[in-house]
Nanobody, 111 residues
Framework: QVQLVESGGGLVQPGGSLTLSCAISGDDFSAPVVAWNRQAPGKESEWVARISGGQPTYYATSVEGRFAISRDNAKKMVYLQMNNLKPEDTAKYYC?????WGQGTQVTVSS
């Protein structure tokens, strides 16, 4: 069993920044790939970014150059630094690892 707990969401103005954190726990955690997904109301879930155990990172076109995913394996933490946020980034953001998903954290970008 793996547990993922997100934090760091909130309300931010367009152009602002937020950092999301994902704390990973569980005795049988071994999946090296951790990803962030998001889902806006009325829309399908969208993959945002992922990072492998060897640190290579990948981003959706919509966020590349604005978002940065990183991980601290010793602390079992994964982060998503989000800069130059836009209203269309408004969504609930989920940390995922294999079949496991966290409960999500809401990000709202609005003036």
């Amino acid at each position: 069993q793996v547990q993922l707990v997100e934090s760091g969401g909130g309300l931010v103005q367009p152009g602002g920044s937020l950092t999301l954190s994902c704390a990973i726990s569980g005795d049988d955690f071994s999946a090296p790939v951790v990803a962030w997904n998001r889902q806006a109301p009325g829309k399908e879930s969208e993959w945002v970014a992922r990072i492998s155990g060897g640190q290579p990172t990948y981003y959706a076109t919509s966020v590349e150059g604005r978002f940065a995913i990183s991980r601290d394996n010793a602390k079992k933490m994964v982060y998503l630094q989000m800069n130059n946020l836009k209203p269309e980034d408004t969504a609930k953001y989920y940390c995922t690892s294999g079949k496991y998903w966290g409960q999500g954290t809401q990000v709202t970008v609005s003036s």
